[in-house]
């Protein structure tokens, strides 16, 4: 588990660094098919997409999952099969299959956008398959992926099925599979519910972070009675999800809303409370095998120090 807190411009400028090499190319792309008002382009949801990439967090949030892309490629760990869940209208699943050569599968539960993609996606979309799917009740077999990614999702389902989405995300990925799981703290709902909606991210990222990883590693491992102290000490050894520390356990609880300002707020919002962060996510890495996740641990150490 990494928290991605930038303070400063600079330490913004390093974690998003792989957004403008890889991302910001696709970016333009969008933009094209806005300004031609081709089919996609004329989209309402195709030009809040074209925002929403754009937005700091969003930018962390990719970066991180390139730059565990590029970990995997260099040590040689499969990547071949991927799918990227609630994959909404991002061109993120696009990237990583011309970048990182894999078949990529892009699902969501938007029936909408995926018969509207399936039909009009313009042909720089087409390098991945767009599926219709719920993430609380995949498809797919067991072991079935090499990487699994869901960017920006998890604040998304309903309160109390979270650990079911984790159960399922593992479910379907290979034993040496990865999963590649962001959340982000920001708002991306109107500004009337900028305060509601910052609430939420926290509160879901801080169940992620304690009660419900608890519940997918007893599914995992079956039913054993655990504090957070002997989860904490479950997960630092058998690493099911890399990094996850009681260091860094204790530095989510000490994240407050309060931490968080940001974009909006510098686009004309009143500043609500003086900034100590200026963006923030979570990038996890979930591995089922423990020799794996040693391995990603020590090379994680180098990537996000
Ligand atoms: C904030 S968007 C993130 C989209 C994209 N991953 C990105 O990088 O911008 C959340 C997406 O998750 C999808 N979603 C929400 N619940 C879902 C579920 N149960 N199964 C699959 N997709 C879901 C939504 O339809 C939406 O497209």
């Not at 990865?178 to 305060?195: C, K, Q, R």
Request: net charge positive; aromatic share 12%; hydrophobic share 40%.
């Amino acid at each position: 588990m990494r928290l991605l807190l930038t303070r400063d411009e600079s330490e913004f400028e390093w974690y998003t660094r792989p957004w403008y090499d890889l991302f910001e190319p696709y970016v333009q792309k969008m933009g094209r098919e806005i300004s031609a008002q081709t089919k996609v382009g004329s989209h309402r949801e195709f030009i809040r997409t074209y925002h929403n990439v754009r937005t700091p967090m969003r930018k962390m949030e990719y970066s991180f999952a390139f730059r565990v892309f590029k970990l995997l490629r260099r040590l040689n760990c499969e990547c071949r099969t991927v799918l990227d869940v609630g994959c909404g209208w991002s061109p993120f699943g696009c990237v990583v299959a011309d970048i990182f050569s894999a078949e990529v599968t892009c699902l969501d539960k938007d029936r909408e956008l995926i018969g509207f993609l399936s039909e009009y996606a313009p042909s720089w979309m087409r390098s991945v398959q767009w599926t219709y799917g719920d993430l609380l009740e995949l498809s797919y077999p067991d072991n079935h992926f090499d990487v699994v990614t869901c960017i920006s999702v998890l604040e998304h389902i309903p309160r109390g099925l979270d650990s079911q989405a984790l159960r399922e995300l593992m479910r379907i990925l290979k034993p040496n599979g990865i999963l590649i799981l962001t959340v982000d703290w920001g708002p991306s709902s109107l500004i009337e519910n900028l305060f509601r909606f910052l609430r939420r991210s926290v509160t879901g990222v801080k169940r992620l972070a304690t009660g419900s990883i608890k519940e997918v590693v007893q599914a995992a491992v079956g039913p054993k009675p655990y504090t957070t102290g002997s989860l904490v000490k479950y997960l630092v050894k058998e690493c099911l999800f890399i990094g996850v520390t009681k260091e860094s356990f204790e530095s989510l609880k000490r994240v407050t809303t309060c931490d968080i300002s940001s974009w909006w707020v510098r686009h004309g919002l009143p500043d609500y409370t003086p900034p100590r962060t200026y963006y923030a996510a979570v990038g996890l890495v979930g591995v089922k095998n423990v020799t794996l996740a040693r391995r990603l641990e020590e090379n994680l150490k180098d990537l996000f120090p």
